[in-house]
């Protein structure tokens, strides 16, 4: 063992932009657009989280990589970001739970990173001046070609992305004899979802993020789901409708991050692009009925527009997000569904939101108490 | 739920004397506490004895009580003070609460309906009887390590048996750990047991099984009355069980926790502490985690107040836990509280950092000659710093700079040990040197699996070593002409100093420095913004770095700073450093009263510190801190960057004074004395040429290169012959010997552990009476703000003396040469600003024994004694903004005040208790009596030479 010198690399921002670091492996380029995500844990989640599909991931910690990875702690089969944008990458981990380094996990998942960028300064760029996309690369020499690239890939604002990540079959989690029979629709479900609905006694039918209603509906399922995922919801036109059926029919529903802004657009409340939205495991939210706070994992780039919400008369707030306000959790009046923006289910993050699959369960009893 | 409106009047507790456990941070959570409930228009009683804290400062709170921490005191002030409606015992550490505990049982709060807030009795009990603790945490699912009660000596043999060695012992009811210690094998654990028993006020050890080598972990946390509970700070200790937390290295964030593992410790830490009572404020919890892949998780403690961990969250996060908790006590809930640092997000969420911080404690053991310096269960540290770096390395590096014990960080400095023995005897058998012993294993080609073995330490901290160890190596192949700019800037960026470097490279430290300007490898400042930026941040807390460039659309390349600099006129302060023997607290009281005058003054103030404990490195201190080590090369950037007018020394004790020539040869003002006077001051040949020429009387005295020379000077000095190093801070390696072969054999002990530095021999005055005076000089008048004498004879060092303000037995022939020698010695000196002058008394003559010109142990003391603000008012002289005229001093002290130094002995079973020339103690408090005939002053007068070494 003995020093080791890096290649050099840059990120480089639609406008312009350019931040010097070093490449982590090999050489390479990688396309997205640029998000930081604040955790002080969780990477490995963060990285195979779907929602992420298509994001150049800059992670604040100063150290990624400490602990390894593990091939349990996974929020989906492989690494969904775009690429990765570090400060400090552990080359050595410790962990003894641990199945093999980040390096070599993002290797096999042929995830081009780079690190010793000033990701703080970049951080404050982005909160500045809003979410756009990004290249990194080794070819530091070529930066006009690069900017060239870049000005070809498409703009997140009105991108629908859930078929790049959702599941092609439908397909099982869970007990098949759990009390409870659960369908949900693939945005880009994270697995935490399903490991906390299988936990709570449900057998959990996944659909394809095109699946119709009447299909969901032929397996008789006791509630349904709308999972999180990428990209804009308001192309997301069949996931629309479905949630429609849905809350025309009372069924139990119960939606997560994308799926929350689904409900919500069914409900004729439009989602906007936030500037850089919300990615970090601190965020604070207020459940409006209880009164009290919770920690809370979140990721989105999209939100639900406030004031329609408001005018609404059909919806509910239950949850706003403490630092900007913005709409964290909505009910449907009269109806037996209830969405929120951020992640009760962590991975990463607090659970100090779990009660939320708690909730959905007994919006389920409900109905099969009334059905029986 | 807003503020409660029945709260009008709260009394605080505070922490009493510094002692090893429990040192200034609490002056810290104090502080921020009484501003808290002060800004919400509450009225604030406080009591505490220690007169060195910025708390007790008269406007700190609507009423100070400087009285002993008694119960006596509390119903003396209740009874003043009808009004007082509750009590909040969560910020003066274990003393405050178990004062609190104590009244309660008296029934005292009752009778004056007094609530307590911040706490409940319940919890506090519950958490101190550690039976109790661990029924109740098994009753909640919460594992703990087997574990069993025994309150006397057989039933501890019992368990004993039934559990089988290594164990710990802990004794109920104590701090800091006293009365804790591991048994590894079966003949010391008879020794061991009846210790604990003995410590324990309530004749109770708990016995453990011990978790050794088990990773460890503290979480900070705060919850409110609506029960929101937030994490604040996660901590991992490099350091896994086995030794003190507060003797450990520790680092935050944690650094190789999973988020799965993390998650389950944060619900338990939610869980224990929502269990232990109800109740708003802060708490801590500490957690062990098994290093194998089960990762299980055991909870050890948790302490339901502010800690002196929680001045470290607070310090390492920006997020002011001790701010926060007062105002929940009072009916605040966390969703209607704003982030103090953004001042535009929630106050209900939980810090990130795109930082890292390490703390390493400070030792003395030099001072506890004999003392076993093994680190384990009880806590010997005396102060601790805190390196902030974008990375573990750099904050690491930091972190050793900032320890002031002649080092320049980790290698690269010629230092380290190169016994292979004596490593492997030193990995096994932590002490103060355990941070550089890890690399100097390392370097001696010991395996990272053994360096593991032995300490346990995490393999990606001893990794991380390894890195800085093959970058030094790297390093080493080059050249100052050779060097490129990604190598240089990799290790300013991993933390370096430019002497580690220029050591590696065999140059000049100036050269590294010339050659980072000409390569623009230029340090650069970030925020501590407890949000890793993701919000703007209103609070100008800085960290240095060295960071990758931008460009621009347009072009432009540049390192981004965030340290924006003003174009006011500033002043520098430069703090204290660690606290240690002979340098604590005052020192800190000082900073902060300096850096307050200059703002009155109309600069804008710059702290420089290091310490997380304290007051100066609260970010509502100064108009900007910077949190860095008080490290030459660190001082001179800050310095280039914000382009003060000027910078001040004399408040900062040795620490910032040390710095002085080498501010005056690189041409930056020194605000108040000069340096020459400094130096002239400090060197004994020219100063006593100039008490000389004034006719003022000083001991015989040489100084002496080698012992021989020592020797012959003997016989012209007479013995007694006090035998001191120069430059030395708290009369370290000072010694009186009485006789030739005493003297050889001090002289080779000090020449061999302090090399080429001179000594000084002074004939010592034996049974002499030892006074002091501290005055404000402008360079033409001089005012003594107080003379103290001490009650010991000279010959024991006056830290550790008990002393009266005035004096109580000096005639007024004395009283009037000490007076006459310290204006003459502050205007000959040119002094502007504080100096402190010792006498030793004899025959009704006053000799001059040493002068400081520069703020003193006892300048806190006199301001709080006679309630008037010194510092300030030297701070406004320094500056030239006032005059000794322009002050109407009133001094008011009816009576006499009593300095009472406090000692931590009982951390150190076998050290010798004897006082001497050396400082030993490491707090001190205040009593107020009216006359002389008081019974407290009569038997301190009568011991008063009891402890005097021979």
Redesign the interface.
Known sequence: ?????RKKAVLLLA???????KAVGGEGTAFGEVC?N?????Y??IFTDPSYFGQIMVT????IG??GT?ND?VESGSVKIAGLVC??F?Y??????ADQSLEDFLNKNNLFAIS??????????I?DNGAQNALISTNVDQLEALKEQLAQVPDMNGLELASKVSTKEPYFYGDENATYKVAALDLGIKTNILRNLAKRDCYIKVFPFDTAFEEMAAWEPDGYFLSNGPGDPEPLKGAINVAKEILAKELPLFGICLGHQVIALANGISTYKMHNGHR?????V?NLVT?????TSQNHGFAVNREETENNPNVEITHVH???DTIAGLKVKDKNAFSVQYHPE??????DATYLFDQFIENIKLTKITTI | MPKRKDLKSILLIGSGPIIIGQACEFDYSGSQALRSLREDGIETILINSNPATIMTDPSMADHVYLKPLTTKSIVEILKKHPNIDAVLPTMGGQTALNLCIEADEKGIWEDFGVEIIGVDIDAINITEDREKFRELMLQIGIPMAPQATATSYLKGKEIAQEFGFPLVIRASFTLGGAGASFVHHKDEFDELLTRGLEISPIHEVMIDKALLGWKEYELELLRDDNDNVVIICTIENMDPMGIHTGDSITVAPAMTLSDRTFQKMRDMAIHMMRSIGDFAGGCNVQFAVSPDDNEDIIAIEINPRVSRSSALASKATGYPIAKIAAKLAIGYTLDELENQITKSTSALFEPTLDYVIVKIPRWNFDKFEGSDRTLGLQMKSVGEVMGIGRSFQEALHKATQSLEIKRNGLGADGKGYKDYNLILDKLAHASWDRVFVIYDAIQMGIPLSRIHEITKIDMWFLKQYEELYFLEKEISNYTIDTLNRDLLLEAKQKGYGDRQIAHMLGCLESQVYNKREELGINRVYKLVDTCAAEFKAATPYYYSTFESEVTTPDGQTFVENESVVSDKKKIVVLGSGPNRIGQGIEFDYCCVHGVLAAAEAGYETIMINCNPETVSTDFDTADKLYFEPVFWEHIYDIIRHEKPEGVIVQLGGQTALKLAEKLDKYGIKIIGTSFESLDLAEDRGSFSTLLAENDIPYPKFGVAETADEALKLADELDFPLLVRPSYVLGGQGMKIVINKDELEAHVVDLLKSIPNNKLLLDHYLDGAIEAEADAICDGEDVYIIGIMEHIEPCGIHSGDSNATLPPFNLGDLVLQQIKDHTRKIALSLNTVGLINIQFAVKDDVVYIIEANPRASRTVPFIAKAYKEPYVNYATKVMLGDKKIKDFDFKPELEGYAIKQPVFSFNKFPKVNKNLGPEMKSTGESILFIDSLKDDEFYNLYARRKMYLSK
Not at chain 1, 38 to 42: C, E, P, Q, S, Y
Not at chain 1, 280 to 284: K, L, R, Y
Not at chain 1, 291 to 295: A, D, P, Q, V
């Open positions: 063992m003995k020093y080791k010198a406008d312009g932009t350019v931040f010097y670091g930081f604040t955790g002080m844990t969780g490995q989640e604040t910690n100063a150290h400490n602990y593990n702690e400060k400090n552990s050595d981990y410790s962990r003894v739970a010793d960028v000033d990701t703080r300064a970049l951080v404050a760029y909160r970090g495991i601190n965020h604070p207020k009164g009290k706070g919770e920690i403490l630092n900007d962590a991975g990463p993050g607090p659970n």
